[in-house]
Nanobody, 116 residues
Framework: QVQLVESGGGLVQPGGSLRLSCAAS????????MAWYRQVPGKEREFVAD???????NYAGSVKGRFAISRDNAKNTVYLQMNTLKPEDTAVYYC??????????WGQGTQVTVSS
């Protein structure tokens, strides 16, 4: 089992920045890929970015060039640096981990609101 705890959400003005953190605990050695997803009410959860154990990254087109995902394996933590935030980035952001056994884990989510 892997437990994920997100932090760092909040209210920010358009054009501002936030950094989300996701701390993993439990069977972290089994984690292959960590990712961030987001969801707004009434819509499906959507992929934002992911990172492998070798730090290969992927991004959704809507955030490429503005968001950066990184991973500190020593701290079992993944980060999402979000720059040039837009109102459409407003969502609950969820941390995700997938193990080498294809088990999927989710955090509880953290709210990000971009508004003036």
């Amino acid at each position: 089992q892997v437990q994920l705890v997100e932090s760092g959400g909040g209210l920010v003005q358009p054009g501002g920045s936030l950094r989300l953190s996701c701390a993993a605990s439990g069977s972290v050695v089994s984690v292959r890929t960590m990712a961030w997803y987001r969801q707004v009410p009434g819509k499906e959860r959507e992929f934002v970015a992911d990172i492998t154990t070798t730090s290969t990254t992927n991004y959704a087109g809507s955030v490429k060039g503005r968001f950066a995902i990184s991973r500190d394996n020593a701290k079992n933590t993944v980060y999402l640096q979000m720059n040039t935030l837009k109102p459409e980035d407003t969502a609950v952001y969820y941390c995700n981990a997938v193990s080498y056994f294809d088990h999927t884990y989710w955090g509880q989510g953290t709210q990000v609101t971009v508004s003036s």
